[in-house]
């Protein structure tokens, strides 16, 4: 089979516990923030609730099958519960597993999210397995993120295969390792990247700069090679780049206040490189992409409030007349 969008990286199982008694401390411009809590102490909490079949790669695959494409993921579990409940929870999604590989006597990767108020601090623990790329064929897409620290020669498959295969798209959302490994150990993922995808504090770190100008931070990381560049910067709205052309995009209106931000960013991420994939150009990718972070921020975990794309574009249809991306 021929898919439209394949998504290469880490599965976990996220197990959100909700914190009664804590306290957040941000600086004067609220870009630094610290939760709080009392050392040496018990510290009640509200309750637990656990979501398997998560992570970057996990949601880009869901939102893609969600929204009409022929999805699967790439990606690595342990023999275990909860390995075989994300293998669940991903063909209830419609997702193909083929291209999961199940490792004997390993654990199957677990995070605890420490959620207060309506945002969270993730705890995360990738486990080291030998990564391997299957026979994935031609996808139109690879939608490439997040992976353990053990994985730079999975990156040098991955990029000779992309290098390999002209033809095929690729979006590049790096993971926490990835970001961590530096500009110049990936610099050929990032000058194949069709679209490359990150949040605001992520683009400062990768260029190792404190520049808070948004139009810079897209010059600058354009100059690494990718042709499309997304950065967003949370309730504040995203920007998007394609080296000729740059616009700005608010947030979609809440119907209400958010419950838990997980899953925002891989919201808004997946659905930008769907819309692109659809025939979409940038600015309506760009209107698409909110939509998707407005949804998943209503519920618990990154998953269940991703939209189909019948109740995408009911949502468009319905947006305030200025919901349209601003040239800057």
């Known amino acids: 089979m021929i898919y439209d969008f394949i998504a290469i990286g880490d599965t976990a199982t996220d197990a959100f516990i909700r914190l009664k008694d804590a306290s957040v401390h941000c600086d004067i411009d609220r870009e630094r923030c610290v939760i709080c809590m009392r050392f040496k102490d018990k510290i009640p909490y509200e309750a637990v609730y656990v979501v398997p079949a998560v992570g970057n790669s996990a949601n880009a695959s869901v939102a893609a099958s969600r929204l009409g494409l022929k999805s699967a993921l790439v990606s690595n579990i342990g023999d275990d519960y909860f ?93 926490t390792f990835q970001i961590k490994a530096g500009k110049d150990v990936l610099k050929k993922i990032y000058e194949r990247s069709d679209v490359f995808l990150c949040n605001k504090e992520e683009a400062q770190r990768i260029l190792g700069t404190d520049e808070k100008e948004i139009k810079k931070l897209l010059q600058m990381m354009h100059k690494l090679g990718p042709k499309i560049v997304v950065i967003t910067d949370g309730p504040a709205g995203a920007y998007a780049s394609d080296g000729q052309n740059a616009w700005s995009m608010r947030s979609y209106p809440d119907p209400k206040p958010p419950y838990e931000r997980t899953g925002a960013g891989d919201a808004f991420s997946s659905t930008f490189v769907v819309a692109l994939c659809l025939g979409l150009d940038v600015p309506e990718a760009l209107r698409w992409a909110p939509i998707n972070s407005m949804s998943v921020v209503q519920y618990v975990g990154a998953r269940e409030g991703l939209l189909s794309r019948k109740k995408l574009e009911e949502y468009l249809a319905e947006a305030p007349a200025d919901y349209f991306p601003k040239k800057i």
């Not at 080291?128 to 730079?152: H, R």
Request: proline letters at 5%.
């Open 83 to 175: 390995g075989q409940e994300c293998l669940d929870a991903l063909k209830k999604e419609k997702v193909d597993t083929e291209f999961i590989k199940i490792h004997k006597d390993q654990k199957t990767n677990y995070h605890y999210v420490l959620w207060y108020e309506d945002d969270r601090t993730i705890l995360i623990k990738h486990e080291e397995f030998e990564y391997s790329l299957p026979e994935i064929d031609k996808p139109k897409w690879v939608y490439f993120s997040s992976l353990a620290g053990n994985s730079l020669p999975f990156h040098k498959i991955v990029e000779k295969y992309l290098y390999d295969h002209p033809s095929i798209k690729l979006a590049f959302q790096p993971g």
